[in-house]
Nanobody, 125 residues
């Protein structure tokens, strides 16, 4: 089992920056990758970014490229999402998710078996 806890959400004005953290515990040695997803009110959960746990390779959805940066600290078992130039459209609950097996698609929710409880990010205009 892997447990994930997100933190760092809050209310921010458009154009501002925010850093989210995801702390992993439990069988962290089994983690293959960690992703960030978000879900806005009334919308489907969508992929934001992912990082390979061992190699640190990263993947982003197009709407956040050049604005968001995902990183990991394996010594601390944490993954961060640095968000800048935030827009009202970024308002959502942000979740981190862990994959512990083989991965065929970085952006598919079905690939991630462990999820955190989410942290709210609200961007005001």
């Amino acid at each position: 089992q892997v447990q994930l806890v997100e933190s760092g959400g809050g209310l921010i004005q458009a154009g501002g920056s925010l850093r989210l953290s995801c702390a992993a515990s439990g069988r962290t040695f089994s983690i293959n990758s960690i992703a960030w997803y978000r879900q806005a009110l009334g919308k489907e959960r969508e992929f934001v970014a992912a990082i390979g746990w061992r190699l640190g390779n990263t993947y982003y959805t197009d709407s956040v490229k050049d604005r968001f940066t995902i990183s990991r600290d394996r010594a601390k078992n944490t993954v961060s999402l640095q968000m800048s130039s935030l827009k009202p459209d970024d308002t959502a609950v942000y979740y981190c998710a862990a994959n512990t097996g083989s991965l065929s698609r970085w952006d598919s929710t079905r690939e991630y078996g462990y999820w955190g409880q989410g942290t709210q990010v609200t961007v005001s205009s």
